[in-house]
């Protein structure tokens, strides 16, 4: 199947500081990733639609200016959290499907636990 | 919008027994895809089933298989000959026959415990 990478596994910030998550898909291109949230024991929770070479789409609720969304290869999302507070202390997770499963399955990243301290 | 409810937050079945996992879901849309992600401590989601909307016939998948009830909107998990490694959480998922199927609304969840 399809490889979608998510890079770092975790990471520990200091409050007030930017953090930057990777999302990449290796074996196939991706025009749209998505990006979830998921709290402890939890469901995920759609964050926003990241659209290659235009503005990313976001759900209600979802501070766009909190959480900065780049998708600038068919390749690569990235998710900046800005400016990181312990309340954006969370599970990560982003999604793919290649062009030819597009409705079949989503292919996940393993996921970035993010520690703001 | 679309909504997905998994009334069991915990289950537990013994190792080569049969269990099911209830979901139902809401949605005004005619068509559409439904599917079971497990995810397992890792937190690396798989997907274990996936249900077309316009396919009466239930999906199966080895020890997998769903009961779909589309008028009544209900989506059901049912394993097999339980194993160890079942043990996860599994998650029903919804996406829009218009969107990717990597744009799921989820259900919360109903964590599974296989034991001895």
């Known amino acids: 199947g399809a490889v979608v990478s998510q890079h770092p596994s975790w990471v520990i910030c200091k409050s007030g500081t930017s953090v930057k998550i990777e999302c990449r898909s290796l074996?196939?291109?991706?025009?749209?990733m998505f990006w979830y949230r998921q709290f402890p024991k939890q469901s995920l929770m759609l964050m926003a639609t990241?659209?290659?070479?235009?503005?990313?789409?976001?759900e209600q609720g979802v501070e766009k200016d909190k959480f900065l969304i780049n998708h600038a290869s068919l390749t690569l999302s990235t998710l900046t959290v800005t400016s990181a507070h312990p309340e954006d202390s969370s599970f990560y997770i982003c999604s793919a499907s290649p062009h030819g499963h597009l409705n079949t399955e989503a292919f996940f990243g393993q996921g970035t636990r993010l520690t703001v301290v | 919008a679309q909504t997905v409810t998994q009334s069991q937050p915990e289950m537990s079945v013994q190792e080569a027994e049969t269990v099911t996992l209830s979901c139902t879901y809401d949605t005004s849309e005619s068509n559409y895809y439904l599917f079971w992600y497990k995810q397992p401590p890792s937190r690396q989601m798989i997907l274990v089933i996936r249900q077309e909307a316009y396919k009466q016939q239930n999906a199966t998948e080895n020890r997998f298989s769903v009961n779909f009830q589309k008028a009544a909107k209900s989506f059901s998990l049912k394993i097999s000959d339980s194993q160890l490694g079942d043990t996860a959480m599994y998650f029903c998922a919804f996406a829009t026959d218009t969107g990717t199927a990597s744009k799921l609304t989820f259900g919360t969840g109903t964590r599974l415990q296989v034991t001895l």
């Open positions: 074996d196939f291109q991706a025009t749209t």
């Open positions: 990241s659209n290659e070479g235009s503005k990313a789409t976001y």
